[in-house]
């Protein structure tokens, strides 16, 4: 009578075993479809993020080849441009960068500093002259 007991407890512990190895696997799986579906959502992200980027950088190569719209802040303008288009990666084409002297490039007109004077001014310039109170 203690052989078919003895029997009858080690088919109940395999038993048990199994069972938990069925439940742990099926737990696993599970968490493996949530990781899967998390990484999923993660590569579109990713993917949406690329597009956006890829835009994003397509328009500011479209400016820095454009002519600037006003004149006074294309210096400006190109220097935010050649920052935005370095921050996305991408090269300054060669055409945008200025010299290495700050000037402009052959025939192009350079950045107006403030108080500059051109050819055609005829009118002297003015000193203004401080007066204490």
Do not use: C, Y
């Amino acid at each position: 009578m203690l052989v078919p007991r003895l029997h009858v407890e080690e088919q109940l512990e395999d038993l048990i075993g199994q069972h938990k190895d069925l439940w742990e696997f099926h737990m696993l799986k599970q968490r493996l479809a949530w990781e899967i579906s998390a990484l999923q959502g993660s590569l579109e992200q990713l993917l949406t993020e690329e597009r956006l980027a890829r835009a994003r950088l397509q328009e500011v190569e479209q400016r820095l080849r454009s002519p600037p719209e006003v004149e006074g802040a294309a210096p400006a303008e190109n220097g935010r441009r050649k920052e935005e288009l370095e921050e996305l990666g991408g090269q300054v084409p060669a055409q945008t960068q200025s010299t290495p002297e700050g000037g402009a490039g052959k025939g192009e007109a350079g950045p107006q500093l403030p108080g500059a004077r051109g050819k055609d001014d005829l009118a002297p310039p003015v000193e203004l002259a401080l007066t204490p109170p």
